[in-house]
């Protein structure tokens, strides 16, 4: 695929809540047909089976990835070459891995190189520039915030999206997903305006829990002031 198809276009993470009500294949399926439904260029889908449904029914780009939770690392996002090639088979164009400095497994590189063997684009999920910097050396063709804010290095109060970092890598020149606490549409076209050469949006539209909590929050605290 040419992934300029997603330059300046949203792709949509339908990930739903693990175990949650909507954690079903037909559920995440119907999801997908949906923001494609909606104007979405491309989609974010969790799981081999997953990908290999939505991937039946849809012609946009999926970036696929599988989650872990590992004894031994922090590193949850795509850990193994095997997953790599079970979710190139599955039919995801773009596979999407941790690229982060973490203790992992596999190293980064050999991920890399199982993404380009299998034909797939490859996007690197990081958590500081340098981590951007060293996964756009290794040749991943998109860097993404995924983890910005969500590694014990950078993690923070922050609510917002990590602009900062989107315009710091796009002064580089790469080319950058930005994925994050984008809660609005807002917040999305700010990241355009930052850099970003696509943004990748998921708790703000698939996830109807967050969503809810959101909402009972900010109710809940206007009620606090006003009683």
């Not at 970036?63 to 090639?85: E, F």
């Not at 979710?87 to 590189?109: C, E, N, S």
């Not at 984008?182 to 850099?195: C, F, W, Y």
Request: glycine share 8%; hydrophobic share 50%; net charge negative.
């Amino acid at each position: 695929m040419d992934v300029e198809v997603l330059s300046r276009k949203l792709i949509v993470s339908c990930q739903p809540v693990t175990d949650g009500p909507m954690d079903r294949v037909d559920t995440i399926v119907a999801m997908a047909l949906a923001a494609v439904a909606g104007g979405a260029a491309g989609l974010r889908i969790e799981g081999v089976e997953n990908v290999h449904a939505v991937s039946a029914v849809v012609d946009v780009p999926i970036v696929g990835i599988v989650k872990r939770d590992l004894p031994d690392s922090a590193v949850r996002i795509t850990p193994y070459v095997a997953d790599v090639k079970a979710l190139a088979d599955a039919g995801a164009q773009i596979i999407a891995v941790d690229a982060t400095a973490r203790t992992r497994p596999v190293p980064v590189a050999a991920l890399l190189d199982a993404v380009h063997a299998a034909g797939a684009i490859a996007m690197a999920d990081c958590a500081t520039e340098a981590d951007g910097i060293a996964a756009a050396k290794l040749g991943f063709e998109i860097v993404a915030t995924t983890l910005s804010g969500y590694t014990q290095e950078t993690e923070t109060n922050q609510t917002e999206p990590d602009y900062a970092l989107m315009s710091a890598w796009r002064s580089r020149g790469f080319r950058v997903v930005a994925e994050g606490r984008l809660k609005t549409a807002q917040d999305a076209a700010r990241a355009l305006e930052a850099g970003a050469f696509a943004v990748t949006v998921g708790s703000a539209i698939t996830r109807v829990e967050h969503i809810t909590g959101w909402f009972v929050d900010a109710m809940s605290a206007t009620a606090e002031t006003q009683s």
